[in-house]
């Protein structure tokens, strides 16, 4: 709409009043290039992504985004849920809900306030924040304190009835074991 005034003011007076008047009306070519959806269809367009940690098995933690809907949780940690509230901080664990009885690898060790294992996380498994009603992105400190808690690969072994666990050394990065030559044997 254009018209002459002598203020901004004035200008806006004058196209409300024309508009209340009825002197402008709207019709469907007036909003070409405009997309109108609902709120549920806009709810619906605009996935609520998650910022969470990932730990996999023989492996270090990676930071991702997943979507916060129940099926990206389970794609992420292979099959149904479980969540465990192990830690004071608004944190949960999300682990598949029957890795150990499905044989998934031992993952991390999870252990009290003097260090000692109480148990151990089978499977993929994502830490994530906790919000008022739902689960939540973790915060920055969040994320590096989980990261730095399962930085190091564990590995399980059973020794009788009791379950030992050790650090997976880190290799080099492109380092491999030097094999002897077979003319280097027995020298």
Known sequence: MTVEAASQEE???????????????LTDEDYVGVDFKTVGERELSEKKMLDVLLVKPNEHPQNVSIGAELKDLQE???GSIDAVYPFADPVAII????GKLMGLPLNRALRDEDGQMYDAVAGTFLVVGLGEEDFASLTPELAQKYEQLFH?????LKLGNRLLVLPVPDEPPGEKPRTKHPAEHDR
């Open 152 to 156: 190091q690969p564990e590995a399980f």
């Open 76 to 78: 992420a940690v292979g």
């Open 95 to 98: 682990c598949h809900d029957e």
């Open 11 to 25: 200008a806006e007076r004058m196209v409300d009043r024309g508009w209340r008047d009825g002197d402008y009306v």
